[in-house]
């Protein structure tokens, strides 16, 4: 009787080992596909952060271009009623007024008639 209660003891025993190693093993897995998910959410967190920083790079470079593009027409402005404004006080015409704009973080300045 003592001998069959003993197996009894090392058979349930036996049982709740396995059933906790059983529990860890399922645990551990869980624990790495939460892992694996949350690198997999980080790595994508970083394509975006590369796309964007590329993108505003493009974007600040087409910013400066079209500023200079625009500083450029601005000087042709200016060239061109300078001559204007030449040929008409040569015959007795207006002053020169100065315009202030603020353009991309520049006061662009422009001489026109009145």
Same mark, same amino acid.
């Given at each position: 009787m003592q001998t069959r209660i003993i197996l009894q003891r090392e058979a349930l025993c036996?049982?709740?080992?396995?059933?906790?190693i059983q529990? !860890?093993?399922e645990e551990e897995e869980k624990r790495k596909e939460i892992a694996n998910?949350? /690198?997999?959410?980080?790595?994508?967190? /970083? !394509?975006?952060?590369?796309q964007q920083g590329e993108r505003n790079m493009k974007l600040c470079q087409e910013n400066t271009e079209l500023a200079e593009k625009l500083?450029?027409?601005?000087? /042709?402005?200016e060239l061109r009623e300078e001559k204007?404004?030449?040929k008409k006080?040569?015959?007795?015409?207006?002053?020169l007024h100065w315009n202030r704009y603020f353009f991309?973080?520049?006061?662009?300045?422009?001489?026109?008639?009145?």
């Open positions: 036996y049982s709740e080992t396995e059933e906790t529990r !860890a093993r998910h949350f /690198q997999g959410t980080l790595s994508e967190i /970083q !394509a975006q952060i590369e500083k450029s027409i601005i000087d /042709q402005y204007q404004n030449m006080t040569d015959k007795g015409g207006p002053s991309a973080g520049t006061v662009l300045t422009i001489r026109s008639s009145r």
